[in-house]
């Protein structure tokens, strides 16, 4: 019996320290522990002095044997530790993606910069308009197609007319009503309007619009304003003409149309062969629309104007489809 303890010591201990790794010493240690205790069982023929030493002698190698699994499975455990606060200061690092900003804010960033170059300010106003300041004050006669609700997002309300703005130009309202003259802004923003929707047109988008008044501000400061911004944005070498159009809100209205950035004015697909570009609409600020706005058109007045943003954006990038700016598709936006 003494010798069996003895080889079962040998073994066990002899396992347990060659253990690889955790599970086989685990292995190991339950395989010899029930081996040890199978000698208990044995001992039933032996005379109560045999039992006493051998039981003893039991007990102290299966102390033994315990304290080899611990130890060792304590050295398994500090070269987990190890490993996991290695830090390998040589491993590329991990680029954390981030986002930019839409192609679209990013040219009214641009244009901030171009048009402040040239005095001035930015102002915003709200999305949610009421009928007035979207129609009323801008001298939009009361049977005008554009109050129609084919055209126009009305929304539910108890007392004003609420609708969501189809163009920026109620701003100028609201800024000539809060300020004095002179006024030199441009206003940023999204408008919405209720159409089938196609490659050149959202039911929302964006515009800048544009208002300068002062005692004696011109056609010719508009012309020379619109010139220094498109130079700046699309290159020196570009030219803009005025055509007669028809606005409620500016009198005399036009259209502005810049030569081609494409064939530099010598006609290709994207003028339709004309080698001009429509670009915008604008004005000399009509003067029922001052005195809407409590400013006085006998000793003040001057120009608006309003680009159609996305078609702008368009133009620069060479892009096909005015949707691609609100499809949320990152393969277009990844471009810019
Ligand atoms: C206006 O909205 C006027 N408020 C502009 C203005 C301001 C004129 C100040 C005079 C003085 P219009 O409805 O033409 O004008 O729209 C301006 C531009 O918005 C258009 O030239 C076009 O580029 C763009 N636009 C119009 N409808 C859409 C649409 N559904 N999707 C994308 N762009 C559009």
Partial sequence: MNKKLESIKEKAL?????????????????????????VFS???????EEKKAIGVKANEIKQLVTRAFEEKKETFVKEKKDNSSFFDITIPGKKTKIGHLHPITQAINEAENIFRGMGFSLVEGPE???EWHNFDALNFPADHPAREMQDTFFVKSKNKKLLMRTHTSPVQIRYMKTHKPPYRIIVPGRVFRNEATDASHEVNFYQIEGLMIDKEISVANFKA?????????????????????????????????????????KGCSLCSQTGWLEILGAGMVHPNVLENSGVDSKKWQGFAFGFGWDRWIMLKYKINDVRLFYNGDLRFLNQF
């Fill in 225 to 265: 304003v619109i010139e220094e911004f498109c130079r700046a944005f699309f290159g020196q070498d570009v030219k803009i003409r005025l055509r007669p159009s028809f606005f409620p809100f500016t009198e005399p209205s036009f259209e502005v149309d810049m030569s081609c950035s494409e064939c530099k004015g």
């Fill in 42 to 48: 044995q001992m039933g023929d032996l005379s109560s």
């Fill in 14 to 38: 002899q396992e347990i320290n060659s253990s690889k790794d955790e599970n086989s010493l685990n292995e190991n240690y339950r395989k010899n522990f029930k081996e040890l205790s199978s």
């Fill in 128 to 130: 949610l308009e009421d």
